[in-house]
């Protein structure tokens, strides 16, 4: 079964730095999709970005880049310049392809922006 | 605007008492999920459906049952069997295929008083 692992239950940042978010996943599949999601103190879910397994390139999506590992099964989130709106809980996602539609999360972490 | 509405946003209940949490979407998604989120937990899959009259059972489906008779609609009702009903749910809505990405609605707090 595939299994996303975030080992950093808190991270805090000081505004205008980077930090970057881990995430982990396991899976025997080739071809899947990982998603990066922001959970803002509204609760309102929204995507920060995504990466296609078989793209080697990383994603990238204004302040927010990833570091995709294939081989590692990693994929972390980097946050450049950290504002004070980027204060969320953030979790990594997994979906495989054109097979079922399940999307596994992992369980979040939390990033607090300090000013 | 297209979107995800739940409903209610809060609710309270008594302890044996069936619930049921709404969730209509207007975006022509095929696909539909439960979430439930608890402290410390993530997000865990209730239930999924990827079409009209069909659904799969999700991580911890025990206690829950949900219904897909309509394209828009799918609704979640947390029964008196669930033993820990209190969470925060959230329902979303994707087209079909890996690529897609999930439209979140607000969430509904259910309270088990």
């Known amino acids: 079964a595939q299994t996303v692992t975030q080992s950093q239950p808190e991270m805090s940042v000081q505004e205008a730095e980077t930090v970057t978010l881990s995430c982990t996943y396991d899976t025997s599949e080739s071809d899947y999709y990982l998603f990066w999601y922001k959970q803002p103190p509204s609760r309102q879910m929204i995507l920060v970005i995504r990466q296609e397994a078989y793209k080697q390139q990383n994603a990238t999506e204004n302040r927010f880049s990833v570091n995709f590992q294939k081989a590692a099964k990693s994929f972390s989130l980097k946050i450049s310049d950290s504002q004070l709106g980027d204060a969320a809980m953030y979790f990594c996602?997994?979906?495989?392809?054109?097979?079922?539609?399940?999307?596994?999360f992992g369980k979040g972490t939390r990033l607090h922006i300090l000013p | 605007d297209g979107g995800i509405t739940q409903s209610p946003k809060y609710l309270f209940r008594k302890e044996g008492q069936n619930v049921t949490l709404s969730c209509e979407q207007n975006l022509n998604h095929d696909a539909m999920y439960w979430y439930r989120q608890d402290p410390g937990q993530g997000l865990r899959l209730i239930y999924y459906?990827?079409?009209?009259?069909?659904?799969q059972k999700g991580d911890i489906a025990e206690g829950y049952s949900v219904s897909r008779e309509k394209k828009e609609s799918f609704p979640l009702t947390v029964t008196s069997a669930q033993k820990n009903p209190t969470a925060f749910y959230l329902c979303?809505?994707?087209?079909?295929?890996?690529?897609?990405?999930?439209?979140f609605g607000a969430g509904s707090r259910l309270t088990v008083l």
């Open positions: 459906s990827q079409i009209v009259n069909d659904f």
């Open positions: 979303a809505s994707s087209d079909r295929g890996g690529a897609n990405v999930l439209t």
């Open positions: 996602a997994y979906r495989r392809s054109n097979r079922d539609d399940k999307i596994i």
